[in-house]
């Protein structure tokens, strides 16, 4: 119950005030977000600010059953960042590398899934340049496959990298928009989902 408060108050008291004030992210089409889990928010990747933005456009109550998955080599390197991260966002430890099956990375998402929770994903898998999207990994389209009653909301993110670009840790004021396109599903066609999600993605 603890974890769940400290994480109230973070965003509370923190990230919503930061985004609010220093930031400004203007959110277009919010009415499409989801409205209680399951559900997947995919996004495109170029700052540590991403997941933050993505869980602060949520209503509060959403907050105690919202995850981001992000990389446990990264984030599980000990010391405050593995406990900031798992305690106070939330994350949802993935083990980008190995070349391991998609059942054995993605097992722990798609059971947060299937209980019911909203998990933030970014299926580029890492962090790219500023205002430019990568390579869609195929990860996202196996999660969709597996589960397929659950809604994909894709959200294109611009500005973020400029506020806090990849190596830089100290955010500068810059206004950043985010679109939030139609919910997608799975309908039986890997090429056509991940052509769908990455047209939506701004790709």
């Known amino acids: 119950m603890w974890r769940i ?4 108050l973070f965003f509370l008291l923190i990230v919503k005030p930061f985004f609010l004030l220093m930031v400004g992210v203007n959110v277009r089409n919010r009415e499409r977000l989801p409205h209680q889990g399951p559900a997947l928010i995919v996004a495109n990747h170029n700052s540590h600010l991403d997941a933050l933005v ?3 456009m949520l209503p509060l109550p959403l907050l105690s059953r919202t995850r981001p998955a ?11 960042r593995a ?5 106070v966002i939330g994350i949802i430890p993935v083990a980008t590398g190995g070349g391991r099956p998609h059942a054995e990375v993605l097992g722990e998402v798609r059971d947060v899934l299937q209980v019911g929770d909203i998990v933030i994903f970014f299926p580029e898998g890492t962090r790219g340049e500023p205002e430019s999207l990568g390579k869609l990994k195929t990860g996202i389209a196996w999660l969709a496959q597996q ?7 894709p959200v294109r993110l611009q500005g973020l990298g400029k506020v806090l670009p990849k190596g830089d840790w100290l955010p500068v004021p810059f206004f950043c928009d985010a679109w939030v396109a139609e ?3 799975w309908e039986g066609d890997r090429q056509r989902f991940m052509a769908a ?3 939506s993605l701004g790709g």
């Open 197 to 199: 999600l990455t047209a």
């Open 183 to 185: 919910p997608l599903r």
């Open 83 to 87: 406990w900031f991260a798992t305690k």
């Open 70 to 80: 992000a990389s446990a080599e990264y984030f599980l390197k000990g010391g405050w």
């Open 147 to 153: 589960l397929p009653a659950v809604p994909v909301y």
């Open 5 to 8: 408060a400290l994480r109230l």
């Open 54 to 56: 993505l869980v602060a």
